[in-house]
């Protein structure tokens, strides 16, 4: 009931947000009434473009009518939270797992699908374990991917390395050395796109990973009090604070924007070495300039390791993927069967790898060498697949409250607003 009570109040909360603004609150009835299976994805990507064609194939295979329905990102989360809260889901969604979904889950609105993939051990065998913990929840599996893989990546241009005679930065002391070396030959040493504060967050799961290890935000997540407090997580945030501090980033990071290309033009021009990004970062650069990359201009690396942390190198954070789920409803058993026969197909799978994603399936090694990206494609599946923890985004993991008082206190860490030391205090009294 403590679950269900959440959904209706943060539903409440977005109607009211949504018709103060003169927005209407779409509470679709069962859309189509018996026989009609519905599924709700976000547009403007890979589900675009090959879910229809696999809802064809279930109906063909089925007989059962299947509508799939596309919204934009923001407004899919306030009308998914929204439908939730009034008992009137689709039967399968989009989603990225983690706090959104554990609410979900807590109100008794999904499907567990690990009864289904006992019956069927190879549909489980059929994902890479490192992608999986954002749907692991409470000893139940309650998704699949269906997304490209997304880690946070170092992004460097080759020609600035080669007129430098430097080599991307493989630990944070190296990092920390080619600063003043790049400044010195005129370079801004890294973009960052601060305008847009999602992008702090990269580089705080990462550095926080790999001085604190995997257990500092397990222990946030857990709810545990002092989690916030952690030394660890202090120290990760003076390293941050001590490479603003040394101009890596410039003056003008705080007005520089990702999302609108600013951060990774710096790089492709030559202007800067080196950006911090998730996956998309690569097929965001060849989509602004397809014969620079192919031509060989572009690097990229795992991020730094740190001398005498606690985390793993090989440890990656960003998005693992997107997945898809099924409500707890009375066609949940045939969208497990979407699920399992159609989304998880290896004509899914081949049209996912075709149009430039790095699906966490297993047993894809040939496909992948075989695509026109297949340096970049193979590097980011063999980081996921080696793994030994793949850390959910922060935004993701967390519900949405504490996500944007992460994104807040971040931003004013970068700013030389509060200290590390205040930063944690500050999310710490948020967690009360």
Same mark, same amino acid.
């Given at each position: 009931m403590r679950g269900l009570r959440r959904l209706c109040a943060v539903a409440m909360v977005l109607a009211v947000g949504l018709t103060s603004t003169g927005c209407a609150v779409l509470l679709p009835p069962s859309e189509g009434g018996a026989g009609l299976i519905t599924t709700w994805a976000i547009s403007g990507g890979g589900e675009e473009e090959l879910m229809p064609s696999q809802g064809d194939r279930f109906q063909d295979r089925t007989g059962r009518r299947m509508q799939t329905q596309f919204f934009q990102n923001d407004p899919y989360k306030n009308k998914l939270w929204v439908s939730m809260g009034s008992g009137t889901p689709p039967d399968a969604f989009f989603g990225w797992g983690g706090g959104a979904l554990e609410a979900f889950i807590e109100a008794g609105q999904v499907a567990d699908?690990?009864?289904?993939?006992?019956?069927?051990?190879?549909?489980?065998?059929?994902?890479?374990?490192?992608?999986?913990?954002?749907?692991?929840?409470?000893?139940?599996?309650?998704?699949?991917p269906v997304g490209g893989i997304q880690p946070v990546l170092l992004y460097f241009n080759k020609d600035v390395y080669a007129e430098t005679g430097l080599r991307p930065p493989r630990s944070w002391n190296e990092l920390l050395d080619q600063v003043p070396r790049l400044q010195e030959a005129g370079y801004l040493p890294i973009a960052l796109g601060g305008a847009d504060s999602w992008t702090y967050l990269m580089w705080e799961e990462a550095i926080v990973d790999r001085v604190a290890g995997p257990e500092?935000?397990?222990?946030?997540?857990?709810?545990?009090?002092?989690?916030?407090?952690?030394?660890?997580?202090?120290?990760?945030?003076?390293?941050?604070?001590?490479?603003?501090?040394?101009g890596a980033f410039g003056n003008? +990071? $705080?007005?520089?924007?990702?999302?609108? @290309?600013?951060?990774?033009? /710096? &790089?492709?021009?030559?202007?800067?070495? =080196?950006? %911090?990004?998730?996956?998309?970062?690569?097929?965001?650069?060849?989509?602004?300039?397809?014969?620079?990359?192919?031509?060989?201009?572009?690097?990229?690396?795992? +991020? $730094?390791?740190?001398?005498?942390?606690? @985390?793993?190198?090989?440890? /990656? &954070?960003?998005?693992?993927?997107?997945? =898809?789920? %099924?409500?707890?409803?009375?066609?949940?058993?045939?969208?497990?069967?979407?699920l399992r026969q159609d989304l998880s197909s290896d004509a899914f799978t081949r049209g996912r790898v075709a149009r430039g994603d790095v699906p966490p399936v297993t047993g894809i090694e040939d496909e992948l060498r075989a695509s026109e990206d297949a340096d970049y494609m193979t590097f980011v599946y063999d980081l996921a697949k080696n793994a030994p923890h793949f850390q959910q985004s922060w935004d993701q993991a967390l519900p949405p409250g504490p996500a944007q008082n992460v994104l807040i206190n971040l931003q004013k860490l970068f700013l030389d607003q509060i200290s590390p030391e205040e930063f944690s205090e500050l999310m710490e009294e948020s967690t009360r």
């Amino acid at each position: 009931m403590r679950g269900l009570r959440r959904l209706c109040a943060v539903a409440m909360v977005l109607a009211v947000g949504l018709t103060s603004t003169g927005c209407a609150v779409l509470l679709p009835p069962s859309e189509g009434g018996a026989g009609l299976i519905t599924t709700w994805a976000i547009s403007g990507g890979g589900e675009e473009e090959l879910m229809p064609s696999q809802g064809d194939r279930f109906q063909d295979r089925t007989g059962r009518r299947m509508q799939t329905q596309f919204f934009q990102n923001d407004p899919y989360k306030n009308k998914l939270w929204v439908s939730m809260g009034s008992g009137t889901p689709p039967d399968a969604f989009f989603g990225w797992g983690g706090g959104a979904l554990e609410a979900f889950i807590e109100a008794g609105q999904v499907a567990d699908l690990a009864p289904a993939m006992r019956e069927h051990p190879e549909w489980r065998q059929n994902f890479l374990p490192s992608v999986m913990s954002p749907v692991d929840i409470g000893g139940g599996t309650y998704g699949i991917p269906v997304g490209g893989i997304q880690p946070v990546l170092l992004y460097f241009n080759k020609d600035v390395y080669a007129e430098t005679g430097l080599r991307p930065p493989r630990s944070w002391n190296e990092l920390l050395d080619q600063v003043p070396r790049l400044q010195e030959a005129g370079y801004l040493p890294i973009a960052l796109g601060g305008a847009d504060s999602w992008t702090y967050l990269m580089w705080e799961e990462a550095i926080v990973d790999r001085v604190a290890g995997p257990e500092a935000f397990k222990a946030v997540l857990d709810g545990k009090p002092g989690a916030w407090l952690n030394p660890d997580i202090i120290k990760a945030n003076t390293m941050l604070q001590d490479l603003v501090r040394r101009g890596a980033f410039g003056n003008a +990071f $705080p007005s520089t924007s990702a999302e609108l @290309g600013q951060q990774r033009t /710096l &790089v492709a021009s030559g202007r800067a070495a =080196m950006m %911090v990004h998730l996956g998309s970062g690569y097929s965001d650069l060849l989509g602004d300039d397809e014969k620079w990359v192919r031509e060989g201009h572009l690097g990229w690396a795992p +991020f $730094p390791a740190v001398e005498g942390g606690k @985390g793993d190198p090989a440890n /990656l &954070v960003g998005n693992p993927t997107t997945f =898809m789920s %099924v409500t707890a409803g009375p066609e949940a058993q045939e969208a497990v069967d979407f699920l399992r026969q159609d989304l998880s197909s290896d004509a899914f799978t081949r049209g996912r790898v075709a149009r430039g994603d790095v699906p966490p399936v297993t047993g894809i090694e040939d496909e992948l060498r075989a695509s026109e990206d297949a340096d970049y494609m193979t590097f980011v599946y063999d980081l996921a697949k080696n793994a030994p923890h793949f850390q959910q985004s922060w935004d993701q993991a967390l519900p949405p409250g504490p996500a944007q008082n992460v994104l807040i206190n971040l931003q004013k860490l970068f700013l030389d607003q509060i200290s590390p030391e205040e930063f944690s205090e500050l999310m710490e009294e948020s967690t009360r």
